[in-house]
Structures are given as structure tokens and as C-alpha cells.
């Protein structure tokens, strides 16, 4: 089905927006020993979702906006491809567009691929992931919860709090797929902000999660749950049986002892143990913690981090000085937006997840004072890698994107950028796909 015809507006450069080399950040940040970072893109408008086209040009969701294309300059030697589609999502549908790389223009009408998809609710942003299979493409797309501790979550056919799997047409649908017919891959994940495959493992999923806010929970204390629950990193293996990932019954501890004296029935349990909320008398902690009922995280984050996107790194055949270390090959990165009600705040930063998962993980890049935080601290939404081996964070609250590489960073210089107007009338665009062969 045809959307409305949207017009592009291709602008000169923002002023104020593709900064020279040396413009510091809205608020100092600590990088680790090994890397470094600068401020490509400031005074965007909410910066969020983030990806790369053919061309490597650096598509970003601007909230409220649309979505803007800055290109590089000639110099990166980048070949034009003229041939891709562009995926955005809005709180209802997934539309895509005919997008051209070269011109970082889009063409013709959006076409809606996707409708039903539930539009209401305390979390509307879905997260899209392509996947090749064979012959056929396939798209997967997320959603929340209604309510930050929603009970029909629990329940699949809901649409709640899940992850669904569409094969994609080789055209425009005359009808758009419909969510409630769609492959369901996994549910019980709160809010699944950001997932990825695995380069090695092809049907393993690796999902964020965002904690619920427990603090109106009976029997926990502010203290408790100052430091409670933890947020997550899922591993979700495709083909099987569908599982539950618990919420809203369940969830993860991240510090037992967090309140010895409030909450002491805590303070024998272990970090990542399974807990109940309390929601229904049979869902207790004894439930909770049978994996065969609720499937427990792969990796346990500290409490109020607010994970919200997730890349694997896949080195490119010739790394240079820019790129990620080879020795990076297949661990993570995750964006760690930032706590909003915590005391001292947390997150803030971009992490690295080393493969295997063990207990630990380090930050590349953090807001220096955290005590100063939300402020105009960094707070990471998106990433992407792009094809020489360098990363993308995008940060909404400061309006910054920022280039996480390694050392001998050699000044690059972005010499325009394109406003692709994607906006509709219903939901602002949240998050994007490119259907073109990038290393995502």
C-alpha cells in the first residue's frame, strides 16, 4: 500500500551542525586507553535511531524531524550505488522508501509494509532488524509494553513486549502485512530498545533490555530499588519453542544487598537471580527462578543504565588506523542512555561487551561528571558501525553524533548534509533500516 507522497528537501549545510575537527562535546567525556572520540554532527534535533547506506553516508532519525543524510567527504574513495530501500518505522507501521545513496534523496511514494502494529503505550519506538535467509529477506520489529508494568505482556497474542518476524515482499503490498499474522520470535522482553545477530551465529538474537521501574512495588524500598532491578542483555536462539523472557512477572537483581535492613529477604540471593514482582500469587520467586517458566538474561547490567541499541563488531578484510582492533572481531557494543531517577547516576557511556559473555564489561566512552548528568551529558541512543571499522553514537538530549575510533584518528571532514522529510502525520519516524549490503 502507497503512502502519501512525501517531499525531499535537500538543504546546504546546517549551521552549526557539521563541526570542524577539535569542537569539544556539550559535556567533557572519558574515553578508554586505546581509543578516542570527536563530535562529528552537533544541534541536531534529538538525534536517535543511526545507520550507514551503500555510500556510507550517516543516516540519522532526528525526533520531530525526520531523518538526515550527512555524507563524507570525496576523499573516502566511497563507490555510488544507486540501488537500496530505506525502512523507517513510526508508532504504527513500517514504511519504506525508495533511497539512492549517491544523491541521498528519496523518491515515489513511502509504501506501508507493515500496519497494526499496537501505536499506544508508555514506550512507541520499534526497533527494526533485517535479516537474509536464503532467497528471502525477512524484517524483525519490536515493541513495548502499554504500561511500564504491563500484564498483558504476558499474554502473546497481545503484541506487547515482543519481538515479531515479517518475510518481506519482493514489491509494495497492495495490502500491508499485518502485525497479528507475523512470525512471533520471543515475548516476556519489556522493551527490546536494541538487538543484533551474532556475525558467527546467525540464529542467535542478542536483545537489550530496560528494567521496569519498580518503585511503587509493594514491599521495596526506595533505597532497594535505587539500585534494582538490572537491566539486561537477552540471548534469544531462533527455531525453537517459543519462550517466556518473564516480564512483567519476573525480573533480575543487580545489587541483593542494596537495602539489608528494608529489604532482607534479598540479601542471600546472588546478582542476576530472578525475583518476583509479585503480580499473580503462582508467579512467585520460586517460579521465577525455574528457567523452564521465565529464561533468565545472558548478561546482567547495572541497574538504570537504560541500554538502548546493540552492535556486534565485524572487522572489515583490511583494517586501517580508524578501525576497531581486529581482536574485537564478534563482541559487542552497547549504548547506555542514562538513568533519569537514580542517586548517583549511571550510564551515560558506550560499552564493550567482550564474546564469550562473561560477568564483565568496560566503557569506551562515558560522560566525565556523572554527578552533573542528565545536564548535557552524553546520552547514547544509536550505533552503527561503518565498513572501515569505526563507530557511530548517536546522543539525543546533548543533539550530538559522535565517532568513536581508534588511535592516529585522522581528521574527516563531512561536507554536507541532506534532510530526507520522512515525517508523517500520525507518530514521528523512530528508527530506520537500509535495505542495502552495509555492515550493520
Known sequence: ???????????SVYAGTVQPPGIPFKAPVTVATGFTARVLFSNL???????LDANQNVLVVERG????????????????????????STAGQVL???????????SGEACVVISGIPPD???????LQLQKEGNALKLLVATGPQTNIDPTARNPSSGRSQIRRFVLPAGCPATPLD?????ILVYGIRNPGGFAFHPTLSNTLYVVENGASIDNVTDLTAAFVNDNPADEINRVHLGGHLKFFGFPDCTTLWNPTADPTGDPQYTTLQRGDQISLKLLPERDDAWCSDPKNNVPPALTLQAHSVPLDIKFYHPPKKTTDK?????LHGDAVVSFHGSFNRSPPTGYGVVHVPFPLSDTYDFLIQATNLTSCPGKCIRPVGLAFSNDGRLFVSSDSSGEVCLNCCPKFATDTFVNSYQLSLRRNRRDIERIDNRVPVSL
Request: charged share 15%; net charge negative; proline share 7%.
Open 323 to 327: 578501525s576497531f582492533p581486529r581482536s
Open 179 to 183: 502485525w497479528a499474522t507475523a512470525e
Open 96 to 106: 519504506v522508501y525508495s533511497y539512492d545513496a549517491g544523491s541521498k534523496t528519496v
Open 121 to 127: 503505550g508508555d514506550l512507541t519506538t520499534h526497533t
Open 1 to 11: 500500500m502507497r503512502a502519501a507522497l512525501l517531499a525531499l528537501l535537500p538543504l
Open 45 to 51: 534535533t534529538t538525534p536517535r535511531g543511526i545507520t
Open 65 to 88: 524531524l525526520g531523518v538526515t543524510a550527512f555524507s563524507p567527504a570525496p576523499r573516502w574513495g566511497i563507490q555510488v550505488d544507486d540501488e537500496g530501500h530505506l525502512y523507517v
